[in-house]
């Protein structure tokens, strides 16, 4: 039987939308969604595996982004991160976590890695962004900031997974138009202190089509799952 709680989180006069997968190891997962469209409930695929193998995960709707609500101008890089924070806090989560973070949220993962003992990163189709577009309004502004050619390449990003000490894996998608291979190339040969660092590049998958993939080829999702699993608990499961 697979339980889920859902949770709200008030910040700054919103009210994020949050929920709980329960598990036997629960509440150390932090889930980080995406941009566009991406919402907590685009990643039940992962996150209910997951479930089944015993691992909780907690997950929310960033301002902006599906049953939250809200616009995107009132929210910002910075603030997704400070969201997040808020809902860790609201869960008690114990420290060290382990954080996945899915395009614009691995950012948020890694950024996270500077206030917070985190002992795992799963970084999943990473953006990453320059730090003059953090605290930048989601927006015209914005955009026209992150567009600029090759924007990302001056990201702290690098610098930040240079100091981090627990395990990291990278997972890109073949066919990604959003994510250059470069940024996740870049992601694992910055983390040179890593307690171990691994890139997963998935064949044939694009940006917004990685896991569902994956999942058409039971063997191939497996053998995608063991390597997370591997990441998050260095081998104890």
């Given amino acids: 039987m697979t339980t889920i709680l859902d949770f709200d989180v008030p910040f700054h006069g919103h009210v994020l939308k949050a929920d709980h997968y329960l598990g036997r190891d629960s509440n150390r997962i932090l889930y980080l969604h995406g941009a566009g469209n991406s919402q907590r409930h685009s990643h039940r695929l992962l996150r209910g595996a997951l479930q089944q193998r015993g691992l909780g995960s907690v997950c929310f709707d960033a301002i902006g982004h599906g049953e939250t609500g809200g616009t995107l101008a009132q929210s910002s890089v910075a603030s997704r991160t400070r969201q997040a ?3 860790m806090a609201a869960q008690a989560m114990p420290e060290p976590l382990v954080v996945f973070g899915s395009s614009m949220g691995a950012y948020n993962a890694i950024r996270l890695t500077e206030q917070h003992k985190i002992d795992a990163l799963v970084l999943i189709v990473p953006g ?3 730090p003059a577009a953090y605290e930048v309004s989601f927006g015209p502004e914005f955009s026209a900031v992150i567009r600029r050619e090759r924007s990302w390449a001056d990201s702290d990003a690098w610098e930040i997974l240079s100091r981090f000490e627990g395990r990291l894996l990278v997972i890109h998608a073949e066919h990604d138009a959003t994510i250059p291979l470069e940024i996740s190339e870049r992601l694992v040969a910055a ?5 171990s660092r691994q890139l997963f590049i998935v064949p044939g998958a694009e940006h ?3 896991w569902a993939l994956l999942a058409e080829t039971p063997a191939d999702f497996n053998a995608a799952l063991e390597m997370v699993l591997e990441a998050v608990d260095g081998g104890r499961q």
């Fill in 191 to 195: 983390a040179t202190r890593a307690q």
């Fill in 85 to 87: 924070q808020a809902v």
């Fill in 128 to 130: 990453v962004y320059t």
């Fill in 208 to 210: 917004n089509r990685l």
